[in-house]
């Protein structure tokens, strides 16, 4: 599975924990924990910048009612005591100064949640509204600094 639904829902779990949980391979290093643990955080998807054409929303994006599976703040003593997932390096360059808040990144809960086949789709955005005109799109991904920050 490679994530902890403990830490995940914001209790402190020690660098021991961690490494002998369920978040192999991306558990700890330096002696900290990685907040949050595993493969599956470690991989969330950065996307590119909104179409300027096509206005999108990443409101309502999670399931329903997904959001109590995190928290705002863990109950680590200070941001400092935990590491971000090395592929968040470009997010977080100097580590963390305070918690993301995972209750409210609807875009890390769709990603959270683990695809049953190999071929799976995760939601980015959405428009309930207008209608996308037929034609040809073409859609760049990055790894973005910050998922609410425009590049």
Not at 14 to 25: A, E, L, N
Request: glycine share 8%.
């Amino acid at each position: 599975m490679s994530l902890d639904t403990t830490q995940l829902k914001g209790d402190y779990r020690s660098t021991s924990q961690i490494d002998d949980g369920d978040c192999k391979p991306i558990t700890s290093s330096g002696g900290k924990p990685y907040y949050p643990c595993g493969l599956i955080a470690n991989s969330v998807f950065n996307d590119g910048a909104q179409n300027e054409t096509y206005d999108f929303t990443e409101k309502g994006i999670a399931w329903g009612g997904i959001a109590k599976n995190y928290v705002e703040t863990p109950d680590y003593p200070s941001p400092s005591d935990v590491l971000p997932p090395p592929n968040w390096a470009r997010r977080y360059p100097n580590g963390y100064e305070s918690f993301p808040n995972l209750r409210e990144d609807e875009h890390f809960q769709v990603w959270m949640r683990i695809a049953a086949l190999p071929t799976f789709r995760k939601l980015w955005a959405r428009n309930d509204n207008d209608v996308m005109t037929q034609g040809r799109y073409r859609v760049n991904a990055y790894m973005m600094l910050s998922w609410n920050q425009p590049r």
